[in-house]
């Protein structure tokens, strides 16, 4: 199964800086393993002008590429899990994966300050702990054993006027403060005054009193345990660009999903085919240390 993207490729297209170079520059005669002068035979086949050897060139090209990221987009938009996408696509896993990561980094740098954003990857976790060490400092949820460690940070749920939320990562101090006095009292342009609830420990602790507040907490954190089931857990240390990643789905769920891979592809760099490594990087959610993984939002208090 291919997914349709005649609706979004021209969008990709357009966005991609022109290239100047020649195809058939940097070619190698499978032969002689070195570069020579290639000719172009009718039916495509290259021959070496030194060896004589004819062949075919299987080369990944930029419009192969573009149709790539076409479909791990949209499939991306789809709330398809990396795997699935994979499945319906037919592309590697590991280049599906590393497309979601770059396509999550790209909607929680959107959304999120530049200090918030390194809480998310340098959050420790170790927190000094003077009672009872097997209990969650904040929630008093109680912990497994060695989950302290890389323990992603509390997050701040708060909606805005418009009916919007946004998913704010808190650090510790600020984590004590909140906790201890149910909600922030200073008001915030634009937001309802105070956190609706905290998601600590994979669940969503709800702390507003107010009826609106909280029927728009519940409905969200439905939403998201829905989707994050789909996905059969998330990775412990990206919890926050998976939570970013649904808080902008959210705030547009109303959109086709070819119409939110247009709004992404707004966001994504030009020179995206070139500058996006498609390596996991360290800590990445493609590819994460076997004893990271943990199931960590599916379900609620």
Known sequence: ???????????????????????????ICPTRETRTKLNTLGDGRRKCTVCGKKFRINKVTEETKLQQCAEILLGFCLDFSAQRAAQITHHRYRLVAVYYDHFRRLLTEKNLPKEKIGLLSEH?????????????????????????????????????????????????????????????????????EGYAGFICCGKFHRFTKEEKAADGAEQLWTWIRQRIRSH????????????????????????QPDVQAQKIIELMPADFLTSWSLKPEPHSAAIPPKASRTKKVQRGT
Request: aromatic share 10%.
């Open 124 to 192: 420790s976790g170790h927190i000094h702990i003077l009672q009872d060490k097997s209990r969650c400092r904040w929630c008093k949820t109680k912990l497994r054993p060695g989950s302290e460690k890389g323990k992603p940070p509390v997050f701040g749920v708060q909606f805005k006027d418009t009916g919007e939320v946004y998913i704010d990562p808190l650090k510790d101090d600020e984590a004590v403060f909140h906790f201890h006095t149910s909600g922030s009292q200073k008001e915030v342009p634009g937001r309802r």
């Open 1 to 27: 199964m291919i997914l349709n993207v005649e609706s979004i490729l021209p969008h990709l297209q357009r966005k991609v800086r022109p290239t100047k170079s020649d195809a058939s520059r940097h070619l």
């Open 232 to 255: 059969h857990g998330i990775w412990k240390r990206n919890t926050g660009y998976y939570l970013k990643e649904l808080e902008w789905k959210y705030n547009h769920r109303s959109l």
